[in-house]
């Protein structure tokens, strides 16, 4: 459905959606044009558009439909009606579509300032904040931190090619006892060589042992307390080396999310969080009357919401991640401003999440209102052949060698591959961004190594070898280069193939594609774009093929299509923070 105004200056379908629009809303008096423009549909059964009639509620249908088609006169728009039912369909004139669709993108990705087909301005002048990732110094790095940073930097890319400011925020779990037992375990275990090799490695392994010191020995566990304690009364000498771990670890996640092609504007995380805001909020409440105190603990009961009772300081007075996300929260907007702030985090956090944004809507803030949780189900069955998954790096290597072996059974197109070490690595990473991202978010998933390294398929490697090959079309064809600007090409030929409609037709709807996603926050919905454009040029190739085409004018016709393919299935692609190949 055409849920936004109509804009055809990025949107060439747009206009007929309009024009069918126009002629309906003249045939139906008192239906106005906006009315009927947003009733008009993608079509059904093989019709460009289609229009429900119920929806207007103009009596019998029958009839309503009678008064459309009697006036319909086709023109350089919309070619034809049908009526079935309750619905008219709608066919664009092919020549008219192709050719303004292709117009557009060619204008849209090579002659605009800032270039991009897809793009939309609905987010101007509004600022959104989206804290993805955002894992656990010392522990683990497991399959959901990986969902988080996927779906957040789509998300990231999806709000900046709507217009809107975006930050993108990684929020570390910095803080908390474990640090105290890990300064503990530090004097015992810690090596600075190790520690500068690989800070996220060697961090964990002293948690690790530390950890099991702690249960054989309370002192150990109390030791770590003390320490904490200080730290949390910025006690600098228990800080010094909190400090070293926490930039060690923060440079070696830059190199591998830059890797992953993720970027984060702003490292923060809890150990950020000003204790003047986490005071601020709780004498807030208390003044609000909405704390309890049970036993020295602070309480806010939101049993009437069903979401329990929230927990806000402990009894020894220390913070908690509630109070850290509540006071986090306020100091955010305080500094930022935001008209938005998504926090994208699995949905084992619902709860948490809930309670902390009722916390600051019962406080009243009137921007607690613009919080979003964007929330993902579980990954299971993501370990590597050595065991189990505890490390960012261990995914990324993974999937490299796994795409690796997979390139190297093919000994001819492996001789043939200029860099295939980096080019696996970013099949690799396809690969695992596609499976993560092909369904709704909020299903579970079972992680399979063997469908992710595919060429067949829905898979990453099958849509990097769609772009490649639509890449190497004007490098196997120097004869119609430079291709003549778009006015000088004639695209007659194209409107009489199916599959050229088709393609075309499917550029037209990327726009609308990213609409969708912009509501939904839905990454599957651009794979399922992707996939389907995938699908409609490799059915194309034969029939439409360039080399060989004696018809020069055909040959830059579809070749010019091809192009045009490229570049939205590239956009696409990085839309979802994929490196689009060029060769492989
Ligand atoms: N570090 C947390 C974890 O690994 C996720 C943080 C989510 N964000 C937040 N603002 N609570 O579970």
């Known amino acids: 459905m055409a849920q936004s105004p109509p804009d055809p200056s990025t949107c060439a379908l747009d206009a007929f959606r309009y024009k069918i629009a126009e002629r309906v809303a003249a045939a139906l008096p008192p239906l106005t044009?906006?009315?009927?423009?947003?009733?008009?549909?993608?079509?059904?059964?093989?019709?460009?558009?289609?229009?429900?009639?119920?929806?207007?509620?103009?009596?019998?249908?029958?009839?309503?439909?009678a008064k459309v088609v009697a006036q319909f006169q086709p023109d350089e728009h919309i070619e034809s009606i049908t009526h079935d039912k309750a619905f008219l369909h709608f066919q664009c004139k092919s020549t008219t579509v192709i050719r303004e669709i292709l117009n557009q993108v060619h204008a849209l990705t090579h002659e605009a300032p800032s270039p991009c087909y897809g793009s939309n301005t609905s987010g101007e002048g509004k600022k959104v904040i989206i804290e993805y990732s955002s894992p656990n110094i010392a522990k683990s790095f497991h399959v959901g931190h990986l969902r988080s940073t996927i779906i957040g930097g789509f998300l990231a890319n999806l709000y900046k090619s709507c217009g809107w400011e975006v930050i993108s925020m990684n929020y570390l779990g910095d803080w908390g006892t474990q640090f105290g037992l890990i300064a503990t375990g530090f004097q015992k275990y810690?090596?600075?060589?190790?520690l500068e090799k690989d800070p996220i490695k060697h961090l964990f392994e002293i948690y690790v042992k530390v950890n099991k010191d702690a249960e054989a020995d309370p002192e150990v566990k109390a030791e770590a307390g003390r320490w904490f304690k200080r730290m949390e009364e910025g006690d600098e000498s228990a800080l010094k080396n909190w400090r070293v771990w926490r930039a060690l670890s923060v440079k070696k996640y830059t190199e591998e999310y830059e890797r992953?092609?993720?970027?984060?504007?702003?490292?923060?995380?809890?150990?950020?969080?000003?204790?003047?805001?986490?005071?601020?909020?709780?004498?807030?409440?208390?003044?609000?009357?909405?704390?309890?105190?049970?036993?020295?603990?602070?309480?806010?009961?939101?049993?009437?919401?069903?979401?329990?009772?929230?927990?806000?300081?402990?009894?020894?007075?220390?913070?908690?991640?509630?109070?850290?996300?509540?006071?986090?929260?306020?100091?955010r907007y305080e500094k930022y401003k935001?008209?938005?702030?998504?926090?994208?985090?699995?949905?084992?956090?619902?709860?948490?999440?809930?309670?902390?944004?009722?916390?600051?809507?019962?406080?009243?803030?009137?921007?607690?209102?613009?919080?979003?949780?964007?929330?993902?189900?579980?990954?299971?069955?993501?370990?590597?052949?050595?065991g189990t998954v505890v490390f960012l790096d261990q995914i990324i290597k993974e999937a490299a060698q796994v795409m690796h072996e997979q390139m190297q059974?093919?000994?001819?197109?492996?001789?043939?591959?200029?860099?295939?070490?980096?080019?696996?690595?970013?099949?690799?990473?396809?690969?695992?961004?596609?499976?993560?991202?092909?369904?709704?978010?909020?299903?579970?998933?079972?992680?399979?190594?063997?469908?992710?390294?595919?060429?067949?398929?829905?898979?990453?490697?099958?849509?990097?070898?769609?772009?490649?090959?639509?890449?190497?079309?004007?490098?196997?064809?120097?004869?119609?280069?430079?291709?003549?600007?778009?006015?000088?090409?004639?695209?007659?030929?194209?409107?009489?193939?199916?599959?050229?409609?088709?393609?075309?037709?499917?550029?037209?709807?990327?726009?609308?594609?990213?609409?969708?996603?912009?509501k939904t926050h839905e990454p599957s919905g651009v794979v399922t774009y992707a996939m389907r454009l995938s699908h409609a040029i490799s059915s194309a190739w034969e029939a439409l093929a360039v080399k060989g085409e004696e018809d020069l004018d055909k040959a830059r016709a579809r070749l010019w299509m091809y192009e045009s393919a490229r570049d939205v299935l590239g956009a696409a692609m990085r839309l979802l923070s994929i490196r689009p190949l060029e060769r492989m």
Request: glycine fraction near 8%.
């Open 190 to 194: 810690g090596s600075q060589e190790e």
């Open 260 to 331: 992953l092609n993720i970027q984060f504007d702003v490292y923060t995380g809890e150990s950020m969080v000003g204790k003047e805001w986490q005071d601020k909020a709780l004498a807030r409440l208390d003044e609000m009357g909405l704390i309890d105190d049970v036993e020295g603990a602070k309480i806010v009961n939101l049993e009437k919401w069903k979401m329990g009772k929230a927990v806000i300081r402990k009894r020894d007075g220390t913070s908690i991640y509630l109070t850290r996300d509540i006071g986090g929260a306020i100091e």
């Open 33 to 65: 044009v906006d009315q009927v423009y947003s009733g008009v549909d993608y079509g059904k059964k093989g019709a460009d558009f289609t229009i429900a009639l119920p929806r207007f509620k103009l009596g019998k249908v029958e009839d309503v439909a």
């Open 409 to 518: 059974k093919n000994e001819d197109k492996y001789a043939a591959i200029e860099d295939p070490e980096r080019v696996a690595l970013e099949i690799g990473i396809t690969g695992v961004k596609i499976q993560d991202m092909a369904a709704k978010r909020i299903n579970n998933y079972t992680f399979n190594w063997d469908r992710m390294k595919s060429f067949e398929g829905d898979t990453g490697p099958y849509l990097q070898y769609a772009h490649v090959r639509l890449s190497s079309l004007s490098r196997k064809n120097p004869h119609l280069l430079p291709l003549p600007p778009p006015s000088q090409i004639d695209t007659t030929s194209l409107a009489e193939s199916a599959h050229a409609r088709e393609i075309v037709f499917l550029l037209g709807t990327y726009p609308d594609v990213v609409k969708v996603a912009l």
């Open 338 to 386: 935001f008209d938005k702030m998504i926090y994208v985090v699995s949905s084992q956090q619902d709860l948490h999440l809930s309670q902390f944004f009722k916390v600051l809507e019962l406080m009243q803030f009137p921007w607690a209102a613009s919080l979003q949780h964007v929330n993902y189900g579980l990954v299971q069955g993501m370990s590597t052949r050595k």
